[in-house]
């Protein structure tokens, strides 16, 4: 299957929905995700059009990288989370529901379990509070 613009991430990286944006340069943008598994669940979207992971530019896979390490380092730090796991899912049968290529950098606190993915949405004013709490941390 080929990339389709319309997904709601194209939407989100053309400024045409609102997003609790982290970071932003010309290459990626880094988003509070509002249905989170936990308190700062966080993507990293590469701005480079593909679907996911199997058609994407080895190349901007290669300079994307180092920023979700950067991301879950700053999520971390902020959230003062006990762990991250890094998640990215390929087409709907493995889970994926947005079909632009982001990287899941999920905080993982000790003894509190994973909410479902993509279930409830979260409080806008916490996510915008999280948001500039993991951007002074990156
Ligand atoms: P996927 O299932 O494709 O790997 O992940 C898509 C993610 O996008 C889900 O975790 C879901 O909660 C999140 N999501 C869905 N719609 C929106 C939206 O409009 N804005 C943001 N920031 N995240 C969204």
Redesign the pocket.
Known sequence: MSYDPSN?FGK?LRSE?P??KVYEDDSALV?????PQSRGHT?VVPKAPSRNLLDADPAALAAVMPLVQKVANAVKRATNADGIRLA??NEAPA????FHL?F?VIPVYEGTPLAA??GGKADDAELASLAKAISEAL
């Open positions: 709601i989100i929905i997003a609790h988003m509070m995700d509002i249905f993507l990215q899912f889970g994926q529901t947005v982001h899941h993915h993509a």
